[in-house]
C-alpha cells in the first residue's frame, strides 16, 4: 500500500533501542549528540519574539518567493558578512530541510542522482528519497587536514547526476570548501550542466580562524548556484521554520530557474507571514545567541583540544568550523558497541562515525553546543573509557 520512498523496515538499531530503554525508565546521560541550541542553556533576550506578534501579521499577502522586506532583511544580513546579493535572488524556504526538497523537485525527475559528500550530514540519504532522487556519495580525503576527492567526484558523475551538494563548512568534519576546491566544483558542474547546491548553514561558526577558507559557494559565477542558510543555525532558532537559498550564476541559467521555483514555491507557500514580518527585527536582536553559541562551540572545542594529549590512544581531528568534533579512537570494538558502552556504563551519549559515512571505523561525533560542565564530565568519561579499552 506504501509507497517505496520511505523504508519498509522501521525498526530501530541497537542504539535507538538502548536509548527507548533509557527514556522509558527515566535515566538521565549526558547527551553529546545535542544539536539543539535551545536545549543548550544559552540566554535568548526574552522578548525576542514580540516581534512575531506585529499587527502587520494578521493580513496575508502571498509572495512565492517571501515579503519583500523579509528578502531585503536577508540581503542586509549577507552585506554584514560582506557578501552583495540581490533581493530578486533570494528565496525564502521554511528551512534547509525544505530548501533541499524544493531544489530537488526544481533540477531532478525520479531516479536521477545529486552528489553528496561523505562523511557528511545523515538526512541527505532520507531527504534524496522523500523526492525519488538517489545520492551518489564523494568522499572526502582526510590527510591531517580534510580536502575533497576532485578526481572521485568526477568518477561519481553519472548522466543522471543534475547537481552536487557541499556543506560549508561540513558537518560533522568541520571543513571549509577551499578556493582551488570551490573553482574546481564550479568548473566540473558548469562542463557537465549539474547545479552546485551549497549548505552554508554553519559558515559564521569559525573554529579556527587562522586557517585559509573561502567564504561562500557564491563566490563565483560558473555554475548555476543555490547558497542555503537560515535562522535554525544563523540564530539558534530552529522552531521559527525560516531559511533561505540565495541563487547565483550564470544569467542565463538564473533566469529560468528563478521561474520554475517561482511556480514550485507559488504551489507549498510555506513560509508563515509572522516570521517573515519579523525577520528584520528578529536578525538585530538575534546576533547575542549568535555570539553565545560562537563563544560556546569554541571553549567547548578547545577544551577538548586540551584534553585529549592526556588520552595517547585518541585524537581529536582539526576542525576549522561548525557545531561537531571528530575523536579518532583506536579500532578494538565497533563504532555500535563502544558508544552503547559508553551510554550503559558512563551514561554518556556520542554519535558513531558510521552515522555519518566515514569511510572506515572508528570515530566519534560529538557535538559542541552542550553547557561547558556537561562538555567536560563526558568528553573526559569518554576519552577515559577509550583508553581503558585500549
Ligand atoms: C549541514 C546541515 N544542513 C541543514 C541542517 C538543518 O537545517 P534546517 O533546520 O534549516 O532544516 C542541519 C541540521 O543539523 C545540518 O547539519
Given amino acids: 500500500m506504501f509507497s517505496s520512498r520511505v523504508a519498509s523496515d522501521l525498526t530501530p538499531n541497537r542504539l535507538s533501542a538502548a536509548l527507548d530503554r533509557f527514556r522509558q525508565a527515566g535515566i538521565e546521560f549526558d547527551d553529546l549528540t545535542e544539536s539543539n541550541p535551545t536545549s543548550a542553556g544559552l540566554h535568548y533576550p526574552a522578548r525576542l519574539l514580540d516581534a512575531l506578534a506585529s499587527p502587520e501579521a494578521l493580513s496575508y499577502a502571498p509572495q512565492p518567493f517571501g515579503l519583500p522586506s ?3 532583511a536577508v540581503v542586509a544580513d549577507f552585506r554584514r558578512r560582506g557578501v552583495a546579493v540581490p533581493r530578486d535572488r533570494v528565496v525564502l524556504t521554511a528551512s534547509t530541510s525544505e530548501a533541499y526538497s524544493l531544489l530537488f523537485k526544481l533540477l531532478c525527475d525520479a531516479g536521477d542522482d545529486v552528489l553528496v559528500p561523505a562523511p557528511s550530514y545523515p538526512l541527505f540519504d532520507y531527504l534524496a528519497a522523500l523526492d525519488s532522487v538517489r545520492v551518489r556519495p564523494y568522499r572526502l580525503d582526510h590527510h591531517g587536514a580534510w580536502s575533497i576527492d576532485i578526481d572521485g567526484l568526477k568518477r561519481a558523475t553519472t548522466d543522471r547526476t543534475r547537481a552536487v551538494i557541499v556543506v ?3 558537518n560533522p568534519t568541520g571543513s571549509y570548501l577551499k578556493r582551488a576546491e570551490l573553482d574546481a566544483l564550479a568548473g566540473h558542474c558548469r562542463a557537465h550542466g549539474l547545479a552546485l547546491i551549497g549548505d552554508e548553514v554553519f559558515s559564521e561558526y569559525v573554529l579556527d580562524a587562522d586557517l585559509p577558507r573561502t567564504c561562500s559557494v557564491l563566490a563565483q559565477r560558473e555554475a548555476l548556484t543555490f547558497g542555503l542558510g537560515g535562522l535554525s543555525k544563523s540564530l539558534g532558532l530552529p522552531q521559527l521554520k525560516l531559511g533561505w537559498m540565495v541563487v547565483s550564476g550564470p544569467d542565463d541559467l538564473i533566469k529560468p530557474a528563478l521561474e520554475r521555483l517561482e511556480l514550485i514555491c507559488d504551489t507549498y507557500l510555506s513560509v508563515a507571514t ?12 538575534g546576533a547575542s545567541v549568535r555570539t553565545q553559541i560562537r ?15 592526556r588520552f595517547p590512544s585518541v585524537g581529536v581531528l582539526q576542525s576549522e568550523g561548525g557545531w561537531y568534533a571528530v575523536i579518532q579512537v583506536p579500532a578494538m570494538q565497533t563504532e555500535e558497541s563502544l ?10 551519549l556520542a554519535h558513531p562515525g558510521y552515522f555519518f559515512d566515514f569511510p572506515r571505523e572508528a570515530f566519534l561525533v560529538v557535538s559542541l553546543l552542550p553547557r561547558p560542565d556537561v562538555f567536560d564530565r563526558a568528553t573526559n568519561r569518554l576519552l577515559a573509557r577509550v583508553e581503558a579499552a585500549e
Fill in 70 to 72: 523579509a528578502r531585503d
Fill in 168 to 170: 560549508n563548512p561540513n
Fill in 274 to 285: 509572522p516570521v517573515q514580518v519579523g525577520l528584520p527585527a528578529l536578525l538585530a536582536a
Fill in 295 to 309: 563563544e560556546r562551540v569554541t571553549r567547548n572545542y578547545r577544551a577538548l583540544i586540551a584534553a585529549a594529549p
Fill in 339 to 348: 558508544v552503547l558502552q559508553l551510554l550503559e556504563q558512563d551514561r554518556v
